[in-house]
């Protein structure tokens, strides 16, 4: 899929390998100018095949001295983003929680969920100044619902949809758009940790259940791609505070972009508490329906 839009002006954070090498590689390949970053530069250079495909600088995107670093470096290149896309993550401490270590466990907030904040954070002015800029960012397991033994990395995700939900209110007025994608269980590294951290901490099941994905090939990279592709495309104009899962949600359809206003107003694709009248029809919402009238009857 090639989503229709003009060349755009892109920094892809996480670049050295998985989601974000891929997305390096079909951004470019589609005529945009790619920026990329990550920690392990020498692996960064090959994907972005000695700055040929893409510009490459190294970057600890959960160092706010490193960010601002890599900020001052992309203005002597271009004068403004219309893209930022955060793919740093890493599944971090594994375990029962209270038998993780303290520090591994709040690293695993600084590598998925500050590193947004410090990039989003300096990268502003510059998309302030691109054209319909976009801000993408990505869930992960525990979002949207619990991750036993995946505490941190739970945590860490469920707060990167909620910031992105924040930053999509912020920055509506300045045009820009802000949304989060779930890739799901495509085949990458951050998997490993799983395998390395063995069935006890990581759970028998879930241990398992990432061996069997691991060796079959999990979800398709080109799907997560193609809907990184879409979110920065012109057809996703007006789609903002969203995450929307690259693999069940129709985002690629005729109607799905004819309605992005009626979605974009909807509580559909968000963080959101279930209330008593969204439950289906049936004794519990009649009888927790009849005890807050009865409340209010009291009172």
Known sequence: MNSTTSPRRILVAGASSGIGAALVQALAADGHAVFACARRLDTLRAVTRDDTLARSHPCDVTDEAQVVDLI????????????????????????????????????????????????????????????????VTFSGGGSFGTFPRYSAYATAKAGVVRFTECLADELRESGIAVNAVAPGAVATEIHRATLAAGPWRAGAEHYEWTRQMLDKGGRPMSTAVDCVRFLLSEEAVG??????????????????????????????????????????????????????ALKELVS
């Open 72 to 135: 001052r470096w992309l203005r002597e290149h271009t004068d403004r983003l219309e893209g930022l896309v955060v793919c740093a993550g890493a599944q971090g401490a594994i375990g029962p929680f209270a038998e993780t270590n303290t520090e591994a466990w709040w690293g695993t907030l600084r590598t998925n969920l500050l590193s947004v904040y410090l990039l989003a954070k300096h990268a502003l002015p510059l998309l302030q100044r691109g054209r319909e800029p976009r801000i």
């Open 239 to 292: 789609l903002t505070g969203k995450t929307i899962s690259a693999n069940h949600d129709p985002w690629w359809t005729p109607m799905f972009q004819r309605r992005l206003a009626e979605i974009t107003d909807s509580d559909l694709y968000t963080m959101r508490r279930i209330n008593i009248v969204n439950l289906p029809d049936g004794l519990l919402k009649d009888l927790l329906l009849a005890g807050r």
